[in-house]
């Protein structure tokens, strides 16, 4: 069982920063790739970055690049998101995940909202 916890999120305006943390537990975290995704008031949930194991591999959804970072520590057993340069289309509810491999999550967060404002 792996527990995830989101912390970070809140209301911003537009062009500003927030960075978003995801603290897991249960299983070993270096393990796991980890991804944040979002979901959108009426719209499906959409994955917005995501990280291997080891940190060597970064992916990001076209919209987020230039933008967003994602990183992890492994000694903290956490997974960060720094958002920069935000927009109010980057408002939505967050979410962290983790899984064994890339697009296969089997652990999913509460979530934290987001909020960006014009």
């Known amino acids: 069982q792996v527990q995830l916890v989101e912390s970070g999120g809140g209301l911003v305006q537009a062009g500003g920063s927030l960075r978003l943390s995801c603290a897991a537990s249960?299983?070993?975290?270096?393990?796991?790739?980890m991804g944040w995704f979002r979901q959108a008031p009426g719209k499906e949930r959409e994955f917005v970055a995501a990280i291997s194991w080891s940190g060597g591999s970064l992916y990001y959804r076209d919209s987020v690049k230039g933008r967003f970072t994602i990183a992890r520590d492994n000694a903290k057993t956490t997974v960060y998101l720094q958002m920069n340069s935000l927009k109010p289309e980057d408002t939505a509810v967050y979410y962290c995940?983790?899984?064994?491999?890339?697009?296969?999550?089997?652990?999913w967060g509460q979530g934290t909202q987001v909020t960006v404002s014009s």
């Open positions: 249960g299983r070993p975290f270096s393990r796991d790739v």
């Open positions: 995940a983790a899984g064994l491999e890339t697009g296969a999550y089997d652990y």
